[in-house]
Nanobody
Framework: QVQLVESGGGLVQAGGSLRLSCAAS????????MAWFRQAPGKEREFVSV????????YYADSVKGRFTISRDNGKNTVYLQMNSLKPEDTAVYYC???????????????WGQGTQVTVSS
């Protein structure tokens, strides 16, 4: 079992930055691929970024490529999402997820956090 807790969300002006953190419990964190998804009001949950268990490979949605950076610290059981040059369309609840597959599909991830709200004002 892995429990995930996100933090770092908030209100920021367009062009600003935020860093989200996702702290995981359990000794098997380093064996999971980790991903970030987001869900805006009235929209489907969408993929944002994923990182392999080792941190050696990452992948981003086109909408955030070049602005967001995913990273992880297996010693701290934490995955991060650095978000720069934020836009109003980045407004959403952001979720971290853990799973055994390196995927952009939400359904393959076994464990989810409760989400953290990110609001970008224009």
């Amino acid at each position: 079992q892995v429990q995930l807790v996100e933090s770092g969300g908030g209100l920021v002006q367009a062009g600003g930055s935020l860093r989200l953190s996702c702290a995981a419990s359990g000794r098997t964190f380093s064996s999971y691929h980790m991903a970030w998804f987001r869900q805006a009001p009235g929209k489907e949950r969408e993929f944002v970024s994923v990182i392999t268990w080792s941190g050696g490979t990452t992948y981003y949605a086109d909408s955030v490529k070049g602005r967001f950076t995913i990273s992880r610290d297996n010693g701290k059981n934490t995955v991060y999402l650095q978000m720069n040059s934020l836009k109003p369309e980045d407004t959403a609840v952001y979720y971290c997820a853990a799973g055994g597959s390196y995927s952009v599909v939400a359904g393959v991830y076994h464990y989810w956090g409760q989400g953290t709200q990110v609001t970008v004002s224009s």
